[in-house]
């Protein structure tokens, strides 16, 4: 089995395991909400929902983005995972402010009673269990293929053990303890983290499909191996993204303007080899400029040499 192979595999199996666990849930919180009549339920009902329909699309996302490029799509289908990531998030946003106006709602109402705590609290335990092994698979396969999609759905069913806890919590605080108000409160508060899971998995998401720089440390590292093959100067306009499981890099560097094709298409070939021996989901593109040669005068980003910047900021600086 080749390592695309085996990715495609790992993706498709999260994605499918995250909607197993999606359809069982559903099933459950239904039965749970009209037994409980609980707004903290019912907002876990609407989130296990959406749980099914964004992991569907996850798996959509992740099916697309593991098909070969084409002439269509010569980089790939990398893309489709963040695309299937913004979907994912819209979808959670809707839910958390439908949560919490049902919480409002009842909270004016005084309407905060429940019922067969019992059903829901058993309900909500099944949940927990079910979602922790979910979690446990999608860490595994997150860690050997850095999927943007997987991660997306990790991220919302992380915020779900919280949910289930606080359905418990507000369960028993409503019907054991008297506390009016506690349920649509935590419904609430269920809703006020459903809103930040989206956000921060919107972020990474926006970065893909913006075309979002490599982390510095990544960029350094990259630089540092670049910087052995002492042929090479001047390593400038260095530019890196990610799309899917794919890096995508290039960067300009000087050579002796009196050397060769054949001399220069040399060096550059033992240099990609490194290169891509150390990032194996890279495709490189390395361009040629003769020693002395001034790209853009005007952008700064392009001239930067890494090189000389490397050098100034030494690993323990």
């Known amino acids: 089995m080749t390592e695309m192979t085996k990715r495609n595999w790992l993706t498709r199996s999260a994605a499918l395991a995250s909607i197993t666990v999606a359809v069982l849930l559903v ?21 296990s929902a959406l749980d099914m329909i964004v992991s569907m699309a996850t798996f959509v996302g992740v099916w697309i983005a593991s098909m070969p490029a084409d ?8 893309k489709a995972e963040a695309l299937a990531a913004i979907f994912q998030v819209l979808l959670i946003a809707l839910s958390a402010l439908a949560i919490a106006a ?17 059903d829901g609290v058993l309900v909500s335990t099944i949940a927990i269990v079910a979602t922790i092994a979910l979690l446990a698979w999608q860490r595994f396969v997150m ?13 919302h069913y992380q915020s779900d053990l919280l949910l289930n806890v606080a359905v418990i919590a507000a369960l028993l605080l409503e019907s054991t303890f008297g506390l009016a108000g506690a349920d649509p409160l935590f419904g609430l508060g269920i809703a006020l983290w459903l ?22 440390d990544e960029r350094r590292r990259f630089v540092e191996i670049a910087h052995r093959h002492p042929e090479l100067s001047n390593l400038h306009d260095l530019r890196t993204r990610s799309a899917g499981d794919r890096d995508f890099v290039q960067f300009h560097v000087d050579l002796p303007g009196a050397m060769t094709v054949e001399q220069a298409h040399d060096i550059i070939e ?48």
Request: charged fraction near 30%.
């Open 27 to 47: 099933g459950l919180k239904l039965w749970a909400t009209w037994r409980t009549g609980s707004t903290a339920m019912l907002g876990s009902l609407a989130d």
């Open 71 to 78: 002439e269509d799509h010569r980089f790939g289908h990398g």
């Open 102 to 118: 049902r919480a409002v709602e009842r909270l004016l109402a005084g309407d905060t009673a429940v019922s067969a705590v019992g």
């Open 143 to 155: 860690a050997r293929t850095r999927s943007v999609a997987i991660h997306a759905d990790h991220v």
């Open 195 to 216: 809103g930040w899971g989206a956000w921060r998995a919107a972020s990474e998401a926006v970065d893909h499909l913006m075309d979002r720089e490599w982390p510095e």
């Open 270 to 317: 033992r240099v990609e080899e490194d290169l891509c021996g150390h990032f194996p989901r890279m495709e490189l593109l390395i361009h040629i400029d003769p020693a002395g040669h001034v790209d853009d005068p005007g952008n700064p980003l392009v001239e930067e040499d890494e090189f000389a910047k490397l050098e100034e900021t030494p690993d323990n600086a």
